[in-house]
């Protein structure tokens, strides 16, 4: 593609087939995460935002992070985690500990309540992503579904990068 070429498509706007479907994307998105995160608390009483984090907790090593790498590895502002950190100890899924290794930081542990709730939503939670995506899509689309993923993905990393 020509430089004059990007140039042209950078200054239109979608067509009307294109605004379709980016709506059929994102409403579907949206109605998959609302039933997935429906689910999870009813069948857990965890939201997807303690899912999350307790996900990312019980991958690190030790089982605890520093709060600032949680909240990049998850995606969240600093100040939404530390919100929901609070919430999250007070029903003893997480506690904050200073960090050992440098005491201007806090280390977020996983509990053995956080650990248990944790492991008692997993099979449901994965039950459900199985119900409502894998088994909604043929081999062939759920490849193409993990291709458009990663173009976007790609895509966004490159915006972020010329900022």
């Known amino acids: 593609m020509t430089e004059n070429t990007r140039q042209q498509r950078k200054r239109q706007l979608p067509t009307t087939e294109q605004l379709r479907i980016w709506r059929d994307f ?3 998105a949206e109605a998959l995460r609302s039933e ?3 689910r999870l608390q009813s069948e857990s ?3 997807p935002g303690d899912y999350v984090v307790l996900l990312a907790l019980s991958e690190a090593e030790g089982r605890r992070m520093r709060s600032s790498e949680l909240a990049a ?3 969240w502002e600093r100040s939404r985690l530390s919100h929901h950190l609070g919430r999250m100890e007070r029903r003893a899924l997480v506690r904050r500990e ?3 290794a440098d005491s201007r930081g806090a280390e977020v542990v996983l509990t053995t309540t956080g650990a248990e709730a944790f492991g008692d939503a ?3 939670h994965l039950r459900a992503v199985r119900e409502l995506f894998v088994d909604a899509l043929t081999p062939d689309e759920l490849v193409a ?4 993923a990663a173009a976007l993905r790609a895509h966004l990393a490159g915006l972020r990068g010329r900022r």
Do not use: M
């Open 26 to 28: 994102i409403e579907t």
């Open 45 to 47: 009483s965890l939201s």
């Open 145 to 148: 579904a993990g291709e458009v």
């Open 122 to 124: 997993t099979v449901p």
């Open 98 to 100: 200073e960090c050992a």
């Open 73 to 75: 590895g998850i995606g």
């Open 36 to 38: 997935l995160s429906s």
